[in-house]
């Protein structure tokens, strides 16, 4: 491999980790963070990588290598969290780590190696908040897709509603469904915890998953497994605290639940720095409030971790003072973490009378995803030493850029026939 070393390298990973699904444009935070994280032959390794999940036999080739030193370069990148394995039935397929949800996570989750990881928040906390580029990149031309959503506490939610929450909507059902559970270091509090801003003292190991998501954090070292005991005690911890709940933008087959708060989670502080609501989507549900018995004591706003709550204070006809809570629909998560704090039980979840689109999977979520931004051509011609496939991956890239076409294909109308024959391709 070392014929391309002598060339920019970081410049070249930079230019491949931007073309996943979570965009990331180039800066000196950018290079930074990378030559911290991987070394020249890690970076050779994975701009040559294919962007869509591979079989070692077909990355070999790509990469220009050959056993043993293939898995070895594969296991020390997947403990590394720059490589994703992913065990699908009777062998493993190898994908490059977006940097959320990925390399990012996972870095701030290793328990092991050499670590720095201050070091890491640092670069990470610059990279992220030193300007608005990357916000921008990934919602700056009004995209829908995101990959994490607000799940609402189900206690929250209006009687009159209750029925209606769907499974997907449930965090007791992902937890019944499941069968392999784990927990780790909460990225976002480590990287706080290192910066000195951490305001909350709830513990660290604070990040859950279940099913193959659990199974691939084991399998690397990134998080513990746990009983579903254990699973349910910290989910009743988070209530009892009042943290937002997010989870895998999918209806099916979710594989992990954050436990947020407002110092801490880095989407919650990107929506208050770059105005992007959508960075976390919302629930189905939005929060309402009873102005007959709200007395506008302010605990509602003071838990909501996006700062949705205002306390709206007039006179009454006869001159005395009326306070009640306020909601921004365009901000609210539909969580419930406000109506948890209400002791006068004047907060609830409603259903919302605007439809919230949640994609059905992780294959639709990408697919979607890297459609806004710009990099879908990646995943349909993704062998990077193709002359051919560079040739359609250019052409597909612009004319994918084309906002009337983007938008076509985004529509209510088109969008499920748009995936039923992404589907069939892929199959």
């Known amino acids: 491999m070392g014929h391309i070393v002598a060339k920019d390298i970081y410049r070249q990973l930079g230019d491949k980790v931007d073309g996943t699904p979570v965009r990331m444009p180039w800066s000196g935070n950018m290079r930074r963070m990378l030559t911290a994280l991987y070394t020249p032959a890690e970076a ?3 701009v040559r990588m294919p962007y869509r999940p591979s079989t070692a036999e077909r990355i070999g080739p790509m990469v220009g290598m050959a056993e043993p030193q293939l898995s070895a370069m594969l ?6 969290g720059l490589v994703c394995d992913i065990w699908e039935g009777d062998h493993y397929l190898y994908m490059i780590s977006p940097f959320v949800i990925g390399f990012f996570e996972f870095t701030m989750m290793r328990t092991k190696g050499d670590l720095e990881p201050k070091k890491w928040a640092e670069l990470f906390q610059s990279y992220m908040f030193g300007n608005t580029d990357f916000w921008d990149a990934n919602f700056g031309d009004d995209q829908i897709i995101s990959v994490m959503r607000a799940l609402p506490h189900e206690e929250t939610v209006g009687d009159r509603d209750h ?3 769907l499974d997907y909507e449930r965090a007791s059902v992902m937890i019944k469904e499941a069968s392999t559970f784990a927990v780790g270091l909460c990225a976002c509090r480590h990287e706080q915890h290192h910066l000195g801003t951490r305001q909350c003292d709830v513990p660290l190991e604070t ?3 279940m099913g193959s998501a659990a199974a691939f954090l084991i399998r690397n070292g990134f998080a513990r497994e746990v009983s579903r005991d254990e699973m349910i005690d910290i989910f009743d911890r988070s209530r009892d605290l009042g943290f937002t709940l997010s989870t895998d933008n999918v209806k099916q087959g979710a594989g992990f639940v954050c436990h947020c708060c407002g110092c801490c989670c880095n989407l919650m502080h990107g929506i208050k720095y770059s105005g992007y609501p959508g960075l976390l989507v919302s629930s189905s549900y939005i929060a309402e409030v009873n102005t007959d018995t709200c007395n506008g004591c302010g605990s509602c706003a003071r838990a909501c971790p996006i700062d949705a709550i205002t306390i709206h204070s007039e006179k009454t006809a006869d001159g005395k003072p009326h306070r009640w809570a306020e909601i921004d629909r365009e901000l609210c998560l539909g969580c419930g973490v406000c109506a948890l704090k209400c002791s006068f039980d004047s907060l609830e979840l409603r259903k919302r009378a605007q439809k919230v ?3 059905e999977d992780s294959f639709e979520r990408v697919i979607l995803q890297s459609l806004e931004r710009g990099t879908l051509q990646n995943l349909l011609f993704d062998n990077p030493n193709s002359t051919a496939e560079n040739f359609f991956r250019a052409v597909l890239g612009g004319f994918l ?3 009337p076409v983007k938008k076509g294909l985004m529509s209510d109308v088109f969008r499920s026939r748009f995936m039923n024959v992404i ?4 199959g």
Request: overall charge positive; proline content about 4%.
């Open 163 to 165: 029925v209606e929450i």
């Open 357 to 359: 689109f949640h994609p």
């Open 401 to 403: 850029k084309l906002s």
């Open 44 to 46: 050779e390794f994975i």
């Open 207 to 209: 990040c859950t998953s």
């Open 423 to 426: 589907r069939k391709g892929a």
């Open 75 to 80: 296991d020390s990148l997947c403990n590394k």
